[in-house]
């Protein structure tokens, strides 16, 4: 069709209940072929229902993929309908079944014939197609049970709008928005301490002048992320990445390992041998980035931050190797 010619891929939930809408009409007029009282609708719940036993209808809707409101709608037509009767009692009398009437029963022998000239119906147009549709919906299920459509648009939209993410140098109108960020994590899962106001309320002598450098991430103009390049009077260390953060409402968007790559880029052009950070394991998400960015976890040194419990290096040797 033209309509899906032009929108592509992303119109296929309207395709899909287009195509669904055929085979549902189509299955209407069967049922009305073979002369049999049954609603399109009703058929997962009526073919679990012959297969034996009367079922409660959480039991019911756990087979067919239902909610249980929904197959509880089902039931009451299909009751109005003569084929099922509600409110059974279990054997131990603790629970309600749903169980098939007489009417209902002898249908379930009769539509066996329907079930033989349908799956013929399906293998044949199975047979004339170019691609097996019956497994590639299994495969799509399975696919979709693992991640969500929603979920996988998300992660796209995100993964777009980081392409357009820029880091650049520090300037001192940015100086606002490096305290700002940091301001905000740390109050949000600590508490701001001496060390921290020293660096945030002076990064210009205390970071950049000492041989330090502070990357900044904008996305259309904005400040969504900053890190800082910390020169450390260290043997074993050249340099301290510190004071990483990013705008609330801007992750997910891969600030924080576009500022921590090239934070460590930076590093290298200056020659830089190792680096060292030190976190909180409260932070569950920026830990998982350092482990991602190359980092490892050493034994723990001194720190001017109360909060620090983790501490890391990354031996910028053995990544040029």
């Known amino acids: 069709m033209d309509f899906f010619d032009k929108t592509g891929k992303m119109a296929i939930g309207s395709r899909l209940r287009l195509l669904t809408g055929k085979v549902t ?22 073919f679990v229902l012959s297969e034996g036993a009367a079922l409660p209808i959480t039991e ?13 709608k089902i039931v009451k037509e299909m009751t109005k309908g003569g084929l099922v009767r509600a409110g059974l009692k279990s054997s131990d009398k603790r629970r309600n079944l749903v169980g098939l009437t007489s009417k209902g029963k002898q249908l379930a022998e009769k539509i066996k014939l329907q079930y033989q000239d349908v799956e013929a119906a399906v293998e044949q147009i199975e047979n004339q197609s170019s691609f097996p549709l019956w497994e590639a919906i299994k495969e799509w299920e399975v696919l979709l049970g ?28 940015f100086k606002q928005a490096f305290k700002e960020l940091n301001v905000q994590w740390i109050s949000q899962y600590f508490e701001m301490e001496a060390a921290d106001y ?52 801007a ?30 394991t409260l932070l569950k998400p920026a830990i998982n980035l350092y482990y991602k960015l190359g980092f490892k976890k050493i034994p723990g040194g001194h720190s001017p931050y109360k909060r620090a419990d983790i501490h890391m290096e990354l031996d910028l040797m053995q990544q040029k190797g």
């Open 198 to 249: 020293k660096a945030l309320d002076n990064p210009e002598s205390y970071i950049i002048n000492k041989g330090g450098k502070i990357l900044v991430a904008l996305y259309q103009g904005q400040v969504v992320g900053v890190c800082a390049l910390i020169r450390m009077d260290d043997p074993n260390y050249d340099f301290e990445m510190a004071k990483m953060a990013v705008l609330p409402e």
């Open 60 to 72: 019911i809707a756990l087979q067919i993929g239902h909610t249980q409101p929904s197959v509880t």
């Open 251 to 280: 992750r997910g968007r891969r600030i924080g390992r576009l500022l921590g790559t090239a934070i460590i880029e930076t590093a290298k052009k200056a020659g830089a041998k190792k680096l060292y950070l030190e976190s909180n």
């Open 146 to 173: 693992q991640k969500s459509l929603l979920t996988r648009v998300i992660e796209q939209k995100k993964l777009r709008e980081s392409k357009d993410v820029v880091i650049v140098p520090f300037e001192p109108k």
């Open 25 to 46: 009409d189509d299955s209407a007029e069967l049922y009305k072929l073979y002369d049999f009282e049954l609603v399109p609708k009703w058929f997962p719940v009526f």
